[in-house]
Structure formats: C-alpha cells, structure tokens
C-alpha cells in the first residue's frame, strides 16, 4: 500500500494515538511518526515500545514538518495544545483530533490555528477502559466507525485524504455535524458511561454495608458497569463537561423512563416490564446485526474469565 502522509505527529501518547502508531506501522500508511506526551514517563515508555519512529520534547517540535498532525489529548486540553502547535505548523498541514466531543473543540480549537492549514475534527468510536502507551493495539479500530466533522468549506481532497487514512485503518467512515454527533454520542456513550459510574458508586457504598460482599458476588452485569467505570478519569471528566447540555438532556429522558419503570415495579405491571424488556432485547439484536458486537455467550469472552 502507498503512503498517504509523509510524516504525522501524534499529540499525546494513550490508547487511541499507540493503536493509531501500530495500525500504520502495519500498512505502511506514513512515512514518519513523531510523537509527543506531556509527561516524560509517557515519553519514555512509547520510545520503549517503538512505535514512533522519533519523540519530541514539546508539542511545538513534534508538529514541525508534519503534514498530518493529531490531537490525542483530552478534549480539555485542545485549547491549550493548539495555541503550542499553532506557530510551528507547516503550510498545508491538516490538523484532526481524535476527542469524543466535537462542538467543544472545534470552539477551542479553530481560533488557534493558522488559516493556511486544514481542521478537520474527528472521533474514531473505538476504545477500549486501558488508557497508556501500552494499551494500544492496531485492531482496534476494525470495524468500527470514525465520524467526521468538517466545515463545508475545507478542501475536499485535504478530506478525502483523512478518510482513506482512517479506511486503511480498518475503520468504517461517516461524516456527520457537529452538534448531531455530540447528542447521538451522549445517547450511545456518554450518559450510559455516566449511568455506570454512577452504579459503580452506589454498589461501593453498599459494599461498606455488606462486607465487600457486592464485589465477592459479582454478576456479570455489574462486573460489565466496572469495566466501563475504569475509563480514564481525566478524559471522561471533560467529555461531561464539554458535552453538558447534550448529555443532561438524555439524562433527563434516562430518569423519565427510569420513573416509568419503578412504577411498574411498584405496581406490579409486568405487561409493560415485558414489553419494555422486549423492545430492548431488539436493540441489542440490531447492534449485533451491525457488526458492532457479537452474539457469542458472555460477549464471547473466555468461559473461565
């Protein structure tokens, strides 16, 4: 396969950016891969691994020659990286993001940039509760989708150029506005990551009651809420509070229906637990159908895990 950059400067060195490496190194998709993480442990252990071909020492020198340069921070701290990278920016350059908000980065982001380069925000919704350098993997982003969110104004080839990119990684693309992506995320995402946060919390302080009893006897449907609750803390702090509006309003019709169904319980209308639980079950045949899950027993883990 052809290269599609020259060169790519990944900033910030964690999940998404170390699988990002390793799926290129596997295709020969670049030329060059510069990387770049804020604390020098990080920097450290990715030059360790060896799927950069070069680190820098700041965000600035990273970028310098770039033709691709992505932003895999948490989407708090884009503000901050675009103003560091701003100046050292190579003309023509596209600069992405690989953040799990797209409203609240473009807002931070695009002041900062030059106007000879090109934004093009992205989200590949793929991932994995290990964050790290050593988390990464170059299958993760089989299968799965990565949503684009350009302005009707950036060139198209600069575009099309980004997406054959994220094609050759194995990800299937859509493009999608902005404001629509951080409300179908909030939806598929955000506020079930929130919801399990939040069970994760009240089994603990049962836990205190019950004598670790809650962690001891575990379901697999809690232990799928803990799995979840061990994201990153730092970059699910920022998607809330960077997707506030969005996320609030699903939460709001997460309550409603949660009313709905304590009323049934209180009552003792299985008729509508039922038919509730049904039209459930059907989505989860439908995420099944789409190829974003599989039908195996136990998600298909291993029977002794």
Wanted: charged fraction near 25%; proline fraction near 4%; glycine fraction near 8%.
């Amino acid at each position: 396969m052809s290269l599609i950059y020259d060169r790519v400067a990944l900033i910030g060195l964690g999940l998404i950016a170390s699988s990002m490496a390793h799926a290129i190194r596997r295709d020969n998709l670049v030329g060059e891969i510069v990387g770049y993480a804020r604390s020098e442990g990080t920097r450290k252990r990715a030059l360790e691994l060896g799927f950069c071909d070069r680190i820098s020492e700041t965000a600035a020198d990273a970028v310098k020659g770039a033709d691709l340069v992505v932003l895999c921070v948490p989407v708090g701290a884009m503000g901050e990286v675009s103003i560091e990278i701003s100046g050292s920016l190579s003309r023509g350059a596209t600069v992405t993001d690989v953040g799990s908000t797209k409203r609240s980065v473009i807002e931070a982001v695009s002041p900062n940039l030059p106007n000879y380069v090109h934004f093009i925000p992205a989200h590949p919704v793929a991932g994995t509760e290990q964050s790290g350098p050593d988390s990464g993997f170059a299958e993760l982003f089989e299968n799965r989708w990565c949503l684009l969110t350009p302005k009707s104004s950036v060139d198209i080839d600069k575009v099309n150029k980004l997406k054959s990119l994220w094609t050759s990684m194995g990800a299937n693309v859509e493009f999608m506005e902005p404001d629509h992506h951080d409300l179908v995320l909030a939806v598929t995402s955000h506020a079930p990551h929130l919801i399990a946060y939040t069970m994760v919390g009240v089994a603990d302080d049962i836990r205190r009651v019950t004598d670790s009893e809650v962690v001891k006897y575990s379901a697999a449907g809690f232990r799928d809420f803990t799995r979840i609750a061990a994201s990153d803390p730092t970059m699910w702090r920022d998607v809330f509070l960077t997707n506030k509006e969005a996320t609030l309003e699903v939460l709001g019709r997460f309550t409603e229906e949660l009313f709905a169904l304590q009323r049934a319980i209180r009552t003792g209308d299985g008729e509508h637990l039922h038919d509730y639980f049904t039209r459930t079950r059907e989505i989860r045949r439908g995420v099944i159908e789409a190829g974003q899950d599989t039908d195996a027993p136990n998600f298909g883990r291993n029977k002794k895990n």
